[in-house]
């Protein structure tokens, strides 16, 4: 499973994307019943990663991949996120 998110620069830094992405994690976790998401964020993509860190994703230090994007015309490198539920609702 993997969580993303896009904010139009017109909404962005007023929580929005905190408050969504944190909806979507506990649907998944409580009613979904799924143990673990692991996801990536775009190195690039400060904002995106921070707020991954913020919510209590983990990145794996030994490990980048590379995502393709609609809007942008080549791969970009990304790091891997994972949060697992025990943790999550510690």
Known sequence: MSLGWYINPKYQKQGYATE?????IDYMFNEVKLEKYKTS????????WKLM??????????KKIF?????????????????NKDKYFK
């Not at 995502?67 to 994972?82: G, K």
Request: glycine share 2%; proline share 5%.
């Open 41 to 48: 964020a775009a190195i690039p993509n400060v904002a995106s």
């Open 20 to 24: 969504a992405a944190l909806a979507m």
């Open 53 to 62: 860190e913020k919510l209590g994703f983990v990145r794996d230090k030994n």
């Open 67 to 83: 995502n393709e994007y609609t809007f942008i015309n080549e791969p970009v490198e990304s790091y891997i996120y994972e949060l």
